[in-house]
Structures are given as structure tokens and as C-alpha cells.
Nanobody, 113 residues
Framework: VQLVESGGGLVQPGDSLRLSCATSGFSFSSYWMRWFRQVPGKERELVASISNAGDNTNYGNSVKGRFTISRDNTKNTLFLQMNSLKPEDTAVYYC???????WGQGTQVTVSS
């Protein structure tokens, strides 16, 4: 299983970013996928999850209404559209295959003025 996150960066409050997670080594369309984030010294936080077909999504309360998780099963890729970013969204973002223990290297998102 390989997971490669990208799309992070330094942005100002209120800006948007779109994260991508390119996957390989497993049957992408068979698994729920999730985005987590982690701040140093804190536990990893579940941000959003999406069903294998993409027709069922769930969000953490802190991002509901601002973030959108999606997937392209033809390209084995997971996305996270992040709008109206806040400084408290600053973290390393990871994608994860539900039920499998693999993690990518993560992508840093920093929201600061």
C-alpha cells in the first residue's frame, strides 16, 4: 500500500487549498478512505471519511461546512477541498485506508497571516 499526499502549503486565513492523495497497491474502489490531521503534541484527528463509492461522507465538527472530501476511483486518488481556512486548521494532513494500517508522509498545511 502506498499513499502520497500533496497540495499543502502556506496560506492566509480565508484561503482555500485542495489536497490530493495518490494511492497504489490495493483495490482503491473497495475501501472507505479518510483524511486525518495532526498537530505536534496532539493525537491524530479524523477530519473526513468517504465511502468506497463516494456516495457517503462524514466530517469532523471542526471542518463541517468548510471541507469537502471526494474521490476519483478511475485514478485511485482521494481529495480534500478546504475552504475558509482558519489558523486552527494548521496541521500535517494524512490520508488513510480504513481498515489498513498504512500512512503516507503527510502534507503540511499552514494557515497564517
Amino acid at each position: 500500500v502506498q499513499l502520497v499526499e500533496s497540495g499543502g502549503g502556506l496560506v492566509q486565513p480565508g484561503d482555500s487549498l485542495r489536497l490530493s492523495c495518490a494511492t497504489s497497491g490495493f483495490s482503491f474502489s473497495s475501501y472507505w478512505m479518510r483524511w486525518f490531521r495532526q498537530v505536534p503534541g496532539k493525537e491524530r484527528e479524523l477530519v473526513a471519511s468517504i465511502s468506497n463509492a463516494g456516495d457517503n461522507t462524514n466530517y469532523g465538527n471542526s471542518v463541517k461546512g468548510r471541507f469537502t472530501i471526494s474521490r476519483d476511483n478511475t485514478k485511485n486518488t482521494l481529495f480534500l477541498q478546504m475552504n475558509s481556512l482558519k489558523p486552527e486548521d494548521t496541521a500535517v494532513y494524512y490520508c488513510n485506508v480504513a481498515g489498513l494500517g498504512s500512512w503516507g508522509q503527510g502534507t503540511q498545511v499552514t494557515v497564517s497571516s
